[in-house]
């Protein structure tokens, strides 16, 4: 594995890049960021890419992965939900190699921030399955089992008392409703109940920026499963992609 890649987190709002320490899993330097083109078609976001890759000076040689959010299946966009509808049936890789001339691997933001957790955050050294949910619009998940991503498995879409689950218990929810730490933590209690029934994981890490408030509502979670706060932070999206470069 390479001693250095580079990551690029493609978001709604913002794209934010930076260098990665594969030993470490620290961004050199600060991670770099620009605002996410309008409209945001494929050939306007990766253009921004590029500009990103030339501000770093990164070369062919470093490995470069690119967190999208939306699933992502052998590299291409299924359907997407937060940037253009132009990303629908798009190879990523194949699309950036013949815009920019340069490999990269593509994967789904939730899923990058899994990898990024399990590899260098709160679930270093777990073994088993460790399943990372991110707190926010909605709520995105990655699973992995032994260190082994199990790709696009979307957790925030699972049907619960009639309803699908992020429309219940995201971070957006708690805000729009304006429900009291108590109140919330009851619709995740009832989210991460149903999730460790069905998968009996060894590890749940909650990201999302929520996270960073995690003392007022994870001790309120009854649950056999340890949950703890994720540690990377806006950098996950970052890290985990650099990360799946390497191994690619």
């Not at 991503?149 to 218990?169: C, F, K, Q």
């Not at 994720?230 to 191994?247: C, E, I, K, Q, T």
């Amino acid at each position: 594995m390479p001693d250095l890649a580079f990551g690029i987190d493609i978001g709604g709002s913002a794209i934010k890049a930076g260098r990665v320490d594969l030993g470490s899993g620290e961004v050199q330097h600060k991670l770099s960021h620009v605002t996410t083109p309008v409209p945001s078609t494929p050939d306007a976001v990766i253009a921004a890419v590029g500009r990103l890759l030339d501000l770093h000076g990164v070369t062919r040689a470093t490995p470069v992965g690119l967190s999208v959010p939306a699933p992502v299946v052998h590299g291409v966009v299924p359907f997407m939900a937060n940037l253009d509808q132009g990303w629908a049936g798009v190879d990523v890789p194949t699309l950036v190699e013949a815009r920019l001339g340069r490999p990269v691997v593509a994967v789904n933001d939730a899923d990058a921030a899994a990898l990024g957790e399990v590899r260098f955050g709160a679930a270093k050294g777990v073994s088993g399955t460790v399943i990372v949910t991110t707190l926010g619009t909605g709520i995105g998940s990655g699973v992995v089992v032994d260190g082994r991503l199990v790709p696009n498995v979307e957790l925030g879409h699972l049907e619960i008392d009639s309803y699908d689950a992020e429309t219940r218990a995201s971070a957006r929810q708690k805000n729009v409703e304006n429900l009291s730490w108590a109140q919330w933590a009851a619709r995740l209690q009832r989210y991460y109940s149903h999730v460790e029934k069905l998968f009996s994981p060894d590890l749940f890490v909650v990201g999302g920026a929520i996270s960073e408030q995690a003392p007022h509502f994870l001790p309120l979670l009854d649950l056999r499963t340890p949950i703890v706060p994720a540690v990377l932070r806006n950098r996950a999206g970052v890290v985990g992609a650099a990360y799946a470069a390497s191994r690619a």
